[in-house]
């Protein structure tokens, strides 16, 4: 038996189930059961952040280029539902604030940010989490790791993650030699053991590996005794953790 269970984390929403990073995929994952929301952030060419995996448009909507040099407005006319199913027509590329206005603030939500540019997406960053006093349920994660640093010391409040896709060798030891009260580990599920779990939690730190879907990952995932599962089936993590 677990003595606690990991945290569900849809990612990108219930990205296997509809539309990734859209309002329908949030709203699927809180349906499903989900106790967090992992969604990937950009900067319009105004200044907005909005909520999207890829630099450019073309992959997940009806828009092409790249979303740094297009407006909100632009972004807008565009489809983000339809290229998963015309269920999904409709949908659009949600501002960040879109997102925080469907989540109850009991959610936990974790932000990677994607790209800095040039600094400016820190700053953004930490004056919309201010703005929306919601620093206590976020996390913010990064495979750029000089961002993460920068966002911490923007604002020494915001619960930092790190991202990384490498069997480190001692990943607790990394995280605590940057000095920077790092809260959570964010390994790709494949390069963790449950020696690197034990040991980071031992020191403090919570541990989130990305993306489990298959029911014997998400299984050894929960025995390593993970702090949380980001998946694209939350409603499928849900039903297996239901009896443990
Ligand atoms: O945050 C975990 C995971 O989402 C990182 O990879 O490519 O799905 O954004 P990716
Ligand atoms: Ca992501």
Known sequence: MLTNKPMNIAHRGAKGMAPENTLA????????????????????ADDHIVVCHDMTLDRTTTGKGTIAEKSLAEIKAYDAGLWFGDEFKGETVP????????VP???????????????????????FLRRRDRLNHVIVSSFDHKC????????PETKIGLLYQAKLLDPTAYARSLDLEVYSLHPY??????EDVTKAKESGLYVYPYTANDEKDLLMLA????????TDFPGRLKTLLQDR
Request: aromatic share 8%; net charge negative; with cysteine.
């Open 148 to 155: 993460i640093r920068r966002i911490k010391q923007l604002e």
């Open 25 to 44: 995929a949030f709203q699927l994952a809180l349906s499903q059961g989900c106790e967090g929301i992992e969604l990937d952030v950009h900067l319009t």
């Open 189 to 194: 599920f494949q390069m963790l053991d449950a």
């Open 95 to 102: 501002t960040l604030d879109e997102v925080f206005d469907l």
């Open 223 to 230: 025995d390593y005794g993970v702090s949380g599962i980001i």
């Open 105 to 127: 603030g009991s959610i936990m939500i974790n932000v990677e940010v994607k790209y800095a540019y040039e600094g400016r997406m820190e700053r953004k960053l930490i004056e």
